[in-house]
């Protein structure tokens, strides 16, 4: 389903390439797109790094126009850590999370905990936004009676960005592949990608969890199959011998999906002890009282903010699908548009004087031409 990047590592391995080329290969990624760590025996292993849990995406969630106007740094009490916490430590605190699914730990997980950690202005980033988002992702876990620790997967998937989209076309919170996103009900089209509509995607994931763990049994097996495919799993548990423990299937995994297990423990871990190691959340601002209107004429944000004074950035980060800031309803298909609670009336009140607002020279697409005239 997911958005399954080889390795250069993992590429060359299938090429047939040398030993040494393949060396040089992963010498080419930059850190951004790998960790590496040693295994008791002393083998070296090269994982790839989940799209959501790269600096650049995270930077990108900052730099967004939603996040520098609505995403603000704060003062707090936190403490500033300067000691480091033994192993115990975190297996105490993983251990502690009221959480059906395993969260275990490993020294990949303890790498990818200090990934985020050295990065304290990117994990406050992440917990504004999250305050924001949580509510939305944990309504539709409820809904499909998929656990709630879940929320967290589209940390890792896609920093919270729900204008994230990755090399390969999967977009919007949970990353949803084009085909996969509208086999679970999204509309994608020229105008409309409902893969970044964050409520809807959050029950289209959901619902794709459930179906998934009523394929395999194991959370930590579902996850795996979210990032790289049913197929994929079920071929590394054939070589596993059939089992659905996802640490028994871990060798035989693409080497992507291998990390995607610990980064999504390393983000429950980010998420709820980010204040035991010093880090002051950014302060969330996104409205806070928003309701949805149908709409059944297709107007443009412009005409929108023309008239009732919300700024055409705040419509897009309320909206983030329409992706021409075109509202295509119509009265067979009314489309649904998000406004701030305060500006839902005189939505209503005008939306005739809205609607007909420069209305010729936003819509110059043809209905009806002659030949020749």
Known sequence: MKKLILSLAMLATVAGVSAQTQRRNIADLTEQDYISFFEDD???????????????????LLGQYYSETYLQEQECNSRNISGSFTEEDYIERLSRLPYIMEMPYNDLVRRLIDRYMRNPRSVAGLIGA????????????EAYGVPLELKYLPVIESALNPKATSPVGAAGLW??????????GLEINSLVDERRDPIKSSYAAARMLRDLYNIFGDWSTVIASYNCGPGNVKKAMKRAGGTSDYWKIY?????????YVPAFIAANYTMNYYCDHGVCPMRTKLPAHSDTVMVNKQIHFSQIAAKTGISIDELRTLNP????????????????????????GAFIDNFDDIAAYNRSAIFTRRSRVEIGQ
Do not use: H, W
């Open 251 to 259: 060798p035989y995994l693409p080497k992507e999906t291998r990390g």
């Open 175 to 184: 990353q949803f592949m084009p085909a996969t996103g509208k086999q679970y």
């Open 42 to 60: 002393g083998t070296e292993q090269v994982i790839g790094i989940p799209e959501g849990m790269k600096q650049s995406e995270i930077d990108d």
């Open 130 to 141: 999250a305050n924001f988002y949580t509510p939305i992702f944990e309504e539709a876990l």
């Open 321 to 344: 699908s329409y992706r021409k800031d075109i509202v295509c309803g119509s009265k067979a298909n009314p489309a649904i548009l998000r406004l701030p609670d305060s500006a839902i």
